[in-house]
């Protein structure tokens, strides 16, 4: 009989505990606001990926699409140390899975994480107009958010930075192109003229 109660009063804990942890769906802003916290709070950026809003998604992938793309051609025709060092500014960004590993890595090197981990705070209050809404913690910082097509609320703080970090590399990867040919036609033309059977004449 007393391990029978021990057993149910564990049981019962467990769901108490259950309870009062459990999160609110993300099809709410005050659900999205927790798993973006929760994340932060155990270090693991990456799973607040799922959590931005879908233009933020978008640029992210953007991002890595150009880092790829950049780091592929650079690799291919760009000299020494050219090469190395051009592959050390993009190299990064081109590594990891795209989009959540993306995020994370700018999250980190651009201070966003820092700037979470320092201002979140218990949700207050909750302000829904329309498909926007905003959490205001207890320490006054208002997160604003947007509804996705599928329902999830999505953080739209670092929005903006994300865009405009995608227009950046979109213009370094127009820029890398030109100076990739520039470098193909270098060195088609310092390559030693060829005689019979292959050799320099």
Request: include cysteine.
């Amino acid at each position: 009989m007393l391990l029978g109660g021990a057993v149910l009063a564990a049981a019962l804990g467990a769901l108490l505990v259950y309870g009062l942890v459990r999160f609110p769906p993300d099809t709410t802003p005050e659900g999205a606001y927790m798993r973006i916290a929760h994340a932060v709070t155990r270090d693991q950026p990456a799973d607040c990926f799922a959590y931005l809003e879908e233009e933020a998604q978008h640029a992210t992938f953007t991002i890595a699409d150009y880092a790829l793309k950049i780091t592929g051609r650079v690799a291919e025709t760009y000299p020494e140390p050219q090469r190395s060092a051009t592959l050390a500014r993009y190299g990064g960004l081109a590594e990891g899975e795209r989009g959540p590993g993306t995020w994370a890595r700018l999250a980190r090197e651009q201070g966003w994480i820092g700037r979470l981990r320092r201002d979140l705070s218990g949700a207050a209050s909750v302000e829904v107009v329309g498909e926007r809404a905003t959490i205001v913690t207890a320490r006054g910082t208002r997160y604003p958010f947007r509804r996705r097509p599928n329902g999830i609320w999505g953080l739209t703080l670092f929005t903006v930075e994300l865009t405009a970090e995608a227009e950046r590399l979109a213009r370094d990867w127009a820029a890398i192109q030109l100076a990739a040919e520039d470098y193909q036609r270098a060195a088609t033309q310092t390559e030693p003229a060829r005689g019979a059977g292959g050799q320099p004449p």
